[in-house]
């Protein structure tokens, strides 16, 4: 029933939230329910990160609003803890629907003594060793072939782990995508790819960016099927990547999963007013319009289960007091102590380092500052 290289994206949920396909038995109205507070706890969480991003408590953000369904839909259909991700830089709701807790999200943001990577990563590029999230980089589709050597290991090691890799539509121009996208097709490798196509690359739109057709089409060359799914329709991008997944895992290879869908919001901080400089409000306003948490509430209205406006405003406050008194608790932990920068790679030091240590610290004895 689900076909690779369609022309169209597979939808399950049209805009006005009526099934157009059966709606699978699995999709009682609690789980809805529950997919649909994972997406606006999201949501919620990228308004208040922004706000401690201009604030000055954070440097760095890249939001996902807009993207709710292709992320969450994805977390859903993988398994946790077992498969293997490597994510890219706005996953954070991925990271967030597959249990990273909100604490650890936060911390990194702000690089507290409580991130577990201790202010070592730029901000809001954490990693999840309970989740097998691996840590984020921001060079774009440099984690697409360590992916495919992760999922070669795997399939040598003869476990029934799979490695899910996501990336954005610009990541399919750089050499390193189709470096690990041919040696995982060479190799057969359990790799299930997932292009959280939003359209643009900052201001680079899709069409600058490939001649192909759509992104899925060029899984052809590297010998793997192309799903081709509406990243907004939460019900779709579940049936979609839960087929792909299952599939890679039956040892047939690896797949890819396009996920089409937008950002409403800007690339990061470093562009805060796109429609100023690259996109027209035209286009934001008609995306707005298909926004992925709206289409599971007409869903749920359709079915007989809405949600009431009284239980949203709650759940708003909810997540925004939790973020609140997580940022407090985060900041109360204090800054990683600069001695840090030495501990966690080396089990010896090399001398150079050891001098360096010796160095600082003798500058601090002589009052100065020292700063991690
Ligand atoms: C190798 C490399 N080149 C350029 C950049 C600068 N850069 C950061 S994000 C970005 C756009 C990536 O767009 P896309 O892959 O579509 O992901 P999106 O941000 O839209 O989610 C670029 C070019 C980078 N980080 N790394
Ligand atoms: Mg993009």
């Known amino acids: ?61 890249a939001q996902s609003s807009g993207m709710e369904a292709t992320q969450v839909g994805l977390a859903r259909s993988i398994r946790v803890g077992h498969d293997w991700v490597w994510p890219y830089y706005r996953d954070h709701t991925l990271g967030l629907a597959m249990g990273v807790p909100m604490f650890e999200l936060i911390s990194q943001c702000l690089g507290s003594n409580s991130d577990p990577s201790r202010g070592r990563q730029m901000p809001h590029h954490f990693a999840a060793k309970r989740q097998n999230f ?44 189709h470096a690990g996208m041919n040696m995982a097709g060479a190799h057969q490798a359990p790799a299930l790819f997932v292009c959280e196509n939003n359209q643009w690359a900052i201001s680079t739109h899709l069409r600058a960016q490939t001649a192909s057709e759509n992104i899925h089409i060029k899984a052809k060359a590297y010998g793997m099927p192309g799903f081709y799914v509406d990243g907004n329709d939460i019900v779709a991008v579940m049936e979609v990547c839960a087929h792909a997944a299952e599939w890679v895992r039956a040892g047939n290879g690896p797949a890819l999963v396009e996920c089409l869908t937008y950002r409403v919001g800007s690339h990061s901080n470093a562009d805060a007013d796109a429609e100023k400089h690259y996109r027209t409000r035209e286009e934001v306003e008609e995306w707005l319009g298909r926004d992925p948490i709206v289409r599971i509430e007409k869903l749920l209205e359709h079915l007989g289960h809405p949600i009431s406006a009284e239980e949203r405003a709650q759940m708003i406050a909810q997540t925004h007091r939790e973020v609140d008194e997580q940022v407090i608790q985060a900041e109360a932990t204090g800054q990683p102590d600069w001695r840090i920068i030495f501990e966690d790679v080396y089990a010896d030091m090399p001398g150079h380092l050891r001098d360096q240590e010796a160095q600082l610290r003798a500058e601090q004895e002589a009052g100065q500052e020292v700063r991690a």
């Not at 994972?38 to 706000?51: G, N, P, Q, V």
Request: aromatic share 8%; glycine share 6%.
């Open 1 to 61: 029933m689900i076909q690779p290289f369609t022309a169209e994206p597979i939808q399950w949920v049209s805009e006005s939230g009526v099934p157009v396909r059966d709606l699978p038995e699995r999709f009682t109205p609690q789980l809805l329910r529950d997919l649909h507070a994972l997406m606006l706890r999201a949501r919620e969480f990228d308004r208040k990160l922004i706000t401690l991003l201009r604030q000055g408590r954070t440097t760095f953000y």
């Open 134 to 177: 691996v840590s984020i980089s921001s060079s774009i589709a440099s984690q697409v072939p360590p992916a495919a050597g992760n999922a070669m290991a795997q399939k040598y090691l003869g476990v029934d782990e799979i490695t899910v890799c996501t990336f954005g539509d610009g990541a399919t121009s750089e050499g390193d995508w």
